[in-house]
């Protein structure tokens, strides 16, 4: 059986907006969190969109895991992060996206696509798709092209299918 999708409360859900603050401006991940957000809102197809806050209350923050004592355990070669959402009755109440402090790959295709993948997840996706960035293991060639398949429609340009563009509309 596959997971639903989670929808956020309806309050948040009629602005089709999450705010976004980045507490991960660190390191390799410097400057990908900006670049990601006019992406993810293009590629879907402002099915919801993404406004970066500079400080202060958002609806999702971005870290980089491992600070803390409580924060997921994101193997050492990971090229994934990983969402969490805060679930009330009525829906998402907040989410956060842990980026992994060392990803194996560290091509900046790699590292979008990681990002992307999450915020996607934070807006409510559960199961993965069979291909473009919500796909679940990617394929990342030597000069950082990522397919599902060998030899599949690459990335970038980024793209999520037709099918989790459908998904995230049903939601918003
Ligand atoms: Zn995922």
């Given amino acids: 059986?596959?997971?639903?999708?989670?929808?956020?409360t309806p309050?948040?859900?009629?602005?089709?907006?999450?705010?976004?603050?980045n507490d991960a401006e660190i390191g390799v991940w410097s400057g990908v969190v900006a670049e990601a957000i006019p992406i993810f809102n293009q590629k879907m197809m402002n099915a919801v969109k993404y406004e970066l806050v500079a400080e202060g209350h958002a609806n999702v923050i971005v870290?980089?895991?491992?600070?803390?004592?409580d924060d997921p355990k994101l193997g050492a070669t990971a090229t994934h992060g990983v969402a969490r959402?805060?679930?009330g009755n009525r829906g998402v109440e907040e989410a956060e996206i842990y980026l992994p402090a060392?990803?194996?790959?560290?091509?900046?295709?790699?590292?979008?696509?990681?990002?992307?993948h999450e915020m996607a997840h934070a807006a409510g996706l559960e199961n993965h798709a069979s291909d473009g960035l919500f796909m679940t293991l990617p394929n990342i060639s030597a000069t950082g092209k990522i397919s599902a398949t060998k030899g599949g429609k690459s990335m970038p340009p980024f793209f999520?299918?037709?099918k989790t563009v459908v998904r995230m509309r049903a939601i918003w």
């Fill in 1 to 8: 059986m596959s997971k639903p999708d989670t929808s956020w």
């Fill in 11 to 21: 309050k948040i859900r009629e602005k089709k907006l999450l705010t976004i603050r």
């Fill in 63 to 69: 870290k980089i895991a491992g600070g803390r004592k």
């Fill in 85 to 87: 959402r805060w679930i």
């Fill in 102 to 116: 060392q990803p194996s790959q560290g091509h900046k295709n790699v590292l979008l696509m990681i990002m992307l």
């Fill in 160 to 162: 999520f299918s037709n």
